[in-house]
C-alpha cells in the first residue's frame, strides 16, 4: 500500500507548513511540474472538444451565493464572510455561479449552444482540522470545472462525450474507475425543493449510463444540493472510496440566474447547465495517482522523464550535450553523474524515473545511448537522436506504455 502523504515528501513533491496553516499544502519543483502537466493536458483536452477557457475572481458577495443556493443549503462548508467597506465578501467555495454570471453577462443565440466553460479554478472549503490529509482533503483547492449550456435536447449528448473524456483521461493516466455512482437527493433540508426538475434530472441522467450500458450504483444523499449527478468512484491502497470525476444536471442555476437563449422561433428560452470535470481537483488526482503508481507516474506525467547517467567523468560533457538535445525537445532531463556514486547505485536510485540513458566510453564516441527502462527492459546502444526522438513521440501521446514493439 502507497501512502501519497508519506510518498509526497520522500519524492518533494508537496509539503507543509504550520506557518501555512492545516489543509494548505505547497507544491515544489518536482510536484509542481507533474501537476502543470496534468493541467496542461486537461486544457488541450478541452479545447480539442471545443470548450472555451475563463478566469473568474475567488472572492464574490455574498448575495451571489444567496442567489445560487449555495447561503441556504452549503454555508456550513464555507468560509465566513470578511467585511470590506460595508460589503460582504466570501472565499468561493464553487464556480458554478461564477460562470452563470460570465454567461448571463452577454446574449446567447441557440446557434452558440451547446456553449462549454471550463477553468481550472481556485476554490476554498471551511474543512474541519479532524478531516484534513495530505492532498485529499484540502482548504485550498484547485478544481478541473467547466459548465455547459445547453438546450434539453442537447444535455443527454453532452453528458455522454463528458463520461468519454473521463474515460480517455482515465486511460492516460493509468487509473481505474471503481464503479459509476448514480447520486440522488436524501432526507433532509440540503437539497433545493424541485421534485419536478430532480426528477427530470436524474431521469436524463440514468439514460445517459444506460445508454453507454454503464453498471451504477444508486446512492441517497450524495447529490448537489441542486441536481443529482454522475460520481465516477475510485480506490486507493487502502481500499478506501472516493470521488474523482462527476457529470451533473442543474436545472436550478439557470433558473435563479435568469439564463437565457434565444431560440429558433426569435423567443427567450431557459438553458440547462450541465457541471462536469475530467479529474476533479488536481489535489485529489494527483493524490490517488501517486498511489496507483507509487511514485513511478506514466512517462508523459513523471517530473523527470529522463536520467543520464554517465559511466564516468570523462563522459560528462557528452552527457551535457545530450540533456540540452532533451531540453530542446521538451523532455524533462537531468544528469546523475559519477559523484552521486557507483553506476549501480545510480540506477538504483532514478528506478522510479521511466527512462535511463547510460553513456560509457563506446556511447560517447558514437554518440550514442544504452536505454534502461523503469521496467527492467534494456535495450541496445542506439544513435542517440534516435532514442530521444522515440521517447518525445510515446510521451506526446500521453501512453502509459514506456517503449513499444515498434519502436524497440
Known amino acids: 500500500?502507497?501512502?501519497?502523504?508519506?510518498?509526497?515528501?520522500?519524492?518533494?513533491?508537496?509539503?507543509?507548513?504550520?506557518?501555512?496553516?492545516?489543509?494548505?499544502?505547497?507544491?515544489?519543483?518536482?510536484?509542481?511540474?507533474?501537476?502543470?502537466?496534468?493541467?496542461?493536458?486537461?486544457?488541450?483536452?478541452?479545447?480539442?472538444?471545443?470548450?472555451?477557457?475563463?478566469?473568474?475572481?475567488?472572492?464574490?458577495?455574498?448575495?451571489l451565493y444567496e442567489l445560487s443556493g449555495h447561503w441556504a443549503h452549503y454555508?456550513?462548508?464555507?468560509?465566513?464572510?470578511?467585511?470590506?467597506?460595508?460589503?460582504?465578501?466570501?472565499?468561493?467555495?464553487?464556480?458554478?455561479?461564477?460562470?452563470?454570471v460570465i454567461y448571463r453577462s452577454r446574449?446567447?443565440?441557440?446557434?452558440?449552444?451547446?456553449?462549454?466553460?471550463a477553468e481550472l479554478g481556485g476554490m476554498y472549503r471551511s474543512e474541519r482540522s479532524g478531516v484534513l490529509g495530505g492532498l485529499t482533503r484540502v482548504r485550498a483547492i484547485h478544481l478541473n470545472d467547466a459548465h455547459i449550456f445547453c438546450t434539453l435536447?442537447?444535455?443527454?449528448?453532452?453528458?455522454?462525450?463528458?463520461?468519454?473524456?473521463?474515460?480517455?483521461?482515465?486511460?492516460?493516466?493509468?487509473?481505474?474507475?471503481?464503479?459509476?455512482?448514480?447520486?440522488l437527493?436524501?432526507?433532509?433540508g440540503k437539497y433545493v425543493t424541485a421534485p419536478e426538475k430532480w426528477q427530470r434530472s436524474t431521469t436524463l441522467l440514468t439514460d445517459v449510463l444506460d445508454r453507454l450500458g454503464l453498471p451504477y450504483e444508486s446512492a441517497e444523499g450524495e447529490a448537489a444540493f441542486y441536481g443529482p449527478k454522475i460520481d465516477v468512484q475510485v480506490t486507493d491502497g487502502a481500499g478506501r472510496e472516493s470521488t474523482l470525476s462527476?457529470?451533473?444536471?442543474?436545472?436550478?442555476?439557470?433558473?435563479?440566474f435568469g439564463l437565457r437563449y434565444t431560440g429558433a422561433d426569435g423567443t427567450g428560452h431557459r438553458p440547462v447547465m450541465i457541471h462536469r470535470s475530467i479529474i476533479g481537483s488536481v489535489e485529489r488526482a494527483v493524490a490517488h495517482l501517486v498511489e496507483q503508481h507509487g511514485g513511478a507516474f506514466p512517462a508523459w506525467l513523471a517530473p523527470t522523464q529522463l536520467v543520464i547517467l554517465p559511466v564516468s567523468d570523462t563522459e560528462l560533457p557528452n552527457a551535457v550535450s545530450l540533456a540540452?538535445?532533451?531540453?530542446?525537445?521538451?523532455?524533462?532531463?537531468?544528469?546523475a553523474g559519477p559523484d552521486r556514486g557507483t553506476l549501480g547505485a545510480r540506477i538504483r536510485q532514478a528506478r522510479l524515473i521511466p527512462y535511463q540513458a547510460v553513456i560509457g566510453a563506446r556511447e560517447?564516441?558514437?554518440?550514442?545511448?544504452?536505454?534502461?527502462?523503469?521496467?527492467?527492459?534494456?535495450?541496445?546502444?542506439?544513435?542517440?537522436?534516435?532514442v530521444l526522438t522515440r521517447i518525445a513521440a510515446l510521451i506526446a501521446t500521453h501512453t502509459t506504455d514506456l517503449w513499444t514493439d515498434a519502436a524497440a
Open 107 to 117: 446574449p446567447h443565440s441557440h446557434r452558440e449552444l451547446p456553449l462549454r466553460m
Open 246 to 256: 462527476t457529470v451533473q444536471v442543474d436545472f436550478h442555476q439557470p433558473e435563479q
Open 75 to 100: 454555508s456550513d462548508d464555507m468560509f465566513p464572510p470578511m467585511d470590506l467597506g460595508g460589503e460582504q465578501l466570501i472565499l468561493r467555495p464553487s464556480l458554478c455561479p461564477h460562470h452563470a
Open 1 to 63: 500500500m502507497h501512502d501519497h502523504r508519506r510518498l509526497g515528501r520522500e519524492l518533494n513533491l508537496f509539503d507543509t507548513d504550520p506557518l501555512l496553516g492545516a489543509g494548505l499544502p505547497y507544491w515544489l519543483p518536482d510536484g509542481a511540474a507533474v501537476r502543470h502537466t496534468l493541467e496542461e493536458y486537461i486544457r488541450t483536452a478541452e479545447q480539442r472538444a471545443g470548450y472555451q477557457h475563463v478566469y473568474s475572481p475567488v472572492l464574490a458577495k455574498q448575495e
Open 153 to 183: 435536447d442537447q444535455v443527454a449528448e453532452e453528458a455522454q462525450a463528458a463520461l468519454e473524456m473521463i474515460r480517455r483521461a482515465y486511460e492516460a493516466l493509468g487509473i481505474v474507475a471503481t464503479r459509476y455512482r448514480l447520486s
Open 185 to 188: 437527493p436524501g432526507p433532509g
Open 364 to 386: 560517447a564516441a558514437a554518440d550514442q545511448t544504452a536505454l534502461r527502462l523503469r521496467d527492467g527492459r534494456r535495450l541496445a546502444p542506439q544513435p542517440a537522436d534516435d
Open 324 to 335: 540540452r538535445r532533451c531540453t530542446r525537445l521538451g523532455l524533462r532531463t537531468r544528469i
